[in-house]
């Protein structure tokens, strides 16, 4: 049988090891081949002539991998060290997260129920003998009532206090009443505040019958309400709206400022109370949004709030209450959406036109259309970041913050002024602009020369980032250098619901946002918001939709509140 390749393969292997023994005994390659059959020199000599690199090679390449090996435990010992540190940052931030969101409950529930010996109470633990206590079993039979069906609690209107103060106020029918005789008075009475102290305002109606008329009982009608069927009144209302929205007194605090004095007025009924009040001002509302969205100029900025939410039991959505203010006219319109996406602010600014200022939230940076909206950057954030690197890069962050303390005087220097948009606009292109253009060289210039991920660093890449939109700010004498203003529109909700801690629902934020937009216009118009809403609740029920502008802050003349009906002394 012929010998296969594998068989000639296995015959050079053993020459190979044969000659490779001889090789080590004598050191020659002649007798290497002397003691192996001549047909394979060839490929035995090619072998021996290598042999030795092979092993100077094999040497080195453990000397090298005993080098590895021991920087490998360097570094295996290193990342231990930082995966230790990182456990313990980790550890710490969720300690803070739980100090702020979470629960103060430090209450430990034990699967296991231990004996009470187990504690220190002074016995000797060591001598207690070990019983196992066998219960016995036994059959307990017990009769019991069944539970009765649940019932609707009808909630009834509490009475309203008899040592409060009331201001009867008479109503007489309109027309003729001669020939009528009174047959009884019809009561109606509502709460009202006045300037720290509430009052009862009693409406009198007398009822008059004509005993041959077709109609015989004739009675004056009763003033419009806003909440109809209610017992509170205007300014009632917009006392307790403002002290929550404004004075940021969540209603369990002032129902029980109210028990201070006597008075009973629940939570619940507070609540109802409001919700009847935004349907009421849902109208006027919307003429004010709309009114918003028709400007040429808005910023707009965002503040997360937390909302109950049946869906996740146990924790709270997180919402959000977008703000739109327009400098020029003066208007501040917040909007509730359940996400910090761009498809609610889209969905708010589908119909603007103009420019839009805003802070580096990348969600604003899909807004930007040629010819529809034009984004502009808020100086404020820019120098935060470079004021936020003072301890990383003192000098050029010293640097950066004086170049941006000279645009802001001349910014102060034109307020003072009383200057005219147009003049402001040339004023910002001979002075500010060649400010801005050397901080734009130097930006570039340093941006090589700080770590990237250094706090410098990161305030010069974005400086560089939203500097160029920042420059546009110069083109029109309205526009302002940053967002401060609508900052300080968003401040009265951040310190609500430090109070008020959530909504208890998305309808109950997206009423919040329609409240917070009213006091926040009055605010910039240097209005007063209760007697505003005081106001407006009295007149809303009665106005029409035409004369609704009329009744927003920009625009709003208080009535001169001529009421055709007498007043009696107060008593």
Not at 55 to 78: C, D, G, P, V
Not at 135 to 162: C, G, M
Not at 355 to 382: K, M, N, V, W
Not at 432 to 452: A, H, R, S, Y
Request: proline fraction near 5%; charge should be neutral; charged fraction near 30%.
């Amino acid at each position: 049988m012929a010998p296969t390749c594998d068989d000639d393969r296995r015959g050079i292997v053993k020459k190979y090891q044969h000659a490779k023994e001889i090789f080590v005994k004598k050191r020659s390659i002649k007798s290497c081949v002397f003691h192996c059959n001549l047909d394979k020199y060839i490929y035995l000599y090619y072998i021996m002539e290598n042999e030795l690199d092979h092993i100077y090679l094999i040497n080195t390449l453990r000397e090298r991998i005993s080098l590895l090996e021991q920087k490998n435990a360097e570094l295996t010992s290193q990342l231990q060290e930082k995966d230790f540190n990182l456990l313990y940052s980790n550890q710490e931030l969720d300690k803070l997260r739980r100090m702020i969101f979470g629960s103060k409950s430090e209450r430990f529930k034990s699967e296991e129920c231990p004996l009470q010996l187990s504690l220190d109470l002074g016995f000797d633990t060591d001598k207690v003998p070990e019983t196992t206590i066998e219960k016995e079993k036994e059959v307990i039979e017990y009769e019991r009532n069944k539970n009765k069906p649940k019932t609707t609690t009808i909630h009834t209107r509490q009475p309203i206090p008899a040592h409060l103060p009331r201001e009867i106020i008479i109503l007489e029918p309109e027309g003729d009443l001669s020939g009528a005789v009174k047959i009884g008075v019809e009561i109606t009475e509502v709460l009202e505040y006045r300037h720290g102290y509430i009052i009862v305002k009693s409406y009198h109606r007398n009822k008059y019958a004509f005993p041959r008329e077709e109609n015989p009982i004739v009675i004056a009608d009763l003033p419009s309400l806003p909440i109809p069927k209610s017992n509170a009144g205007a300014s009632m209302l917009a006392h307790i709206i403002i002290s929550k929205f404004v004075d940021h007194l969540p209603f369990y605090r002032q129902s029980k400022m109210f028990e201070r004095d006597n008075i009973e007025i629940p939570e619940s009924t507070m609540n109802d109370w409001f919700k009847g009040t935004c349907i009421l001002l849902a109208l006027l509302y919307e003429k004010l949004a709309s009114l918003v969205k028709m400007q040429d100029y808005l910023q707009a900025d965002e503040t997360p709030i937390r909302v109950q939410d049946r869906s996740k039991q146990g924790t709270t959505h997180t919402g959000y209450h977008w703000c739109y203010h327009s400098p020029p006219a003066k208007l501040v319109c917040f909007d509730y959406q359940k996400g910090r996406g761009r498809e609610g602010p889209q969905e708010f600014l589908k119909d603007f036109r103009g420019t839009l200022q805003t802070d580096g939230y990348s969600g604003y940076l899909s807004f930007e259309r040629p010819g529809e909206i034009r984004l502009i950057s808020c100086l404020a954030h820019i120098r935060r970041k470079f004021d936020e690197s003072k301890n990383n890069d003192n000098e050029r962050s010293i640097y950066v913050l004086k170049r941006i303390q000279e645009i802001y005087a001349i910014e102060r220097e034109c307020q003072e002024m009383k200057l005219e948009p147009y003049e402001i606009a040339k004023v910002r292109k001979e002075k500010c602009l060649p400010i801005m253009e050397k901080l734009e060289i130097w930006f570039k210039d340093n941006i090589t020369q700080v770590l990237p991920k250094s706090s410098i660093g990161k305030a010069i890449h974005y400086a560089l980032e939203f500097w160029e939109k920042q420059k546009r700010y110069v083109e029109d004498g309205r526009y302002l250098a940053d967002n401060n203003l609508i900052e300080n529109s968003i401040r009265p909700v951040c310190l609500g619901k430090k109070n008020y801690l959530f909504a208890g629902n998305h309808q109950g934020a997206r009423n919040a946002a329609m409240i917070y937009s009213f006091p926040g216009t009055c605010k910039k118009n240097n209005v007063n918001p209760r007697e505003w809403l005081t106001d407006v609740l009295t007149r809303l029920q009665d106005c029409k939709t035409s004369q609704l502008e009329e009744l927003l802050p920009h625009k709003w003349v208080k009535s001169e509140n001529k009421q055709p009906y007498l007043v009696s002394e107060m008593i």
